[in-house]
């Protein structure tokens, strides 16, 4: 199920969830990144410090992106709940050069998750290690790799999910998240989805979603986007199964 909420202010979208009083087993926010798009704010640091204790209080995973430079800041400010499990780096090689200088090519994603926080390495396992896995054969557990590589979604490339959002993540990228944090039925929330990747991804793999953004085109492209979606007949979980709950 995916819970498009109405267009709202990111503070709005919290205070919404926070009345339902359950936890989420993942947030994930995807701010404008205070360069470029979406212009910048002189706050920018302690906005994103509210929202990030915020987030905390009622959530197992958040995963915080950024362009890396901007991301370094906020370590500082990560709620005492909650440890930096892991810095995790998406790379592409296929953005267009716009300035005479370094051109971007990788953006950070800080995974924040409290102690009893669980995770889920075996979601990303082959047929040959989980047949390993079954027979009590496989002598460590081998998580996927901390940089995601994912061409961005521009020109020709990523067509069928391209929407027109100028600052829309792969589905793939968002993928390996989901799949580190949660199973089938789990909870995430994204107060500034955008495009709805969160949504797509959770649809697909049958997690509940609740979905926020303040820009009502955006909650249009979201809307519009997650009717064409449909679950996967052959989750990761279904052939998972017996890992659920581990
Ligand atoms: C980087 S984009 C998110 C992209 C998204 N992850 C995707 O894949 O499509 C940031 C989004 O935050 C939204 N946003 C910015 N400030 C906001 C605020 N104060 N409250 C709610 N949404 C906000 C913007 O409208 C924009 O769609």
Redesign the pocket.
Known sequence: MIDILSP???FD?IAEFERTGKRANVSIL????NKGL?GTRDDYLSFIEEILIRLCRFSDHVYLWGFPEIVATFLPFIPKTHKLECWLTWYYKNNPSVIRGWRSSQQACLHLRTEDAAMYPQHFLNEVQLEKLREGKLRYMPGPASVLEAALNIGFVGRSEQTG?P???PESIYKSLILMATVEGNLVFD????????GAVCKRLGRVAVL????PE?IEITRARLAKVYPDSTSVDDRFDFAIGQ
């Open positions: 709202m202010d990111v979208s995807d701010p404008w990144y979406g959002h600052a829309q993540k107060p500034m989805c955008g495009s709805g990747t969160t926020g953004d303040m820009n955006y």
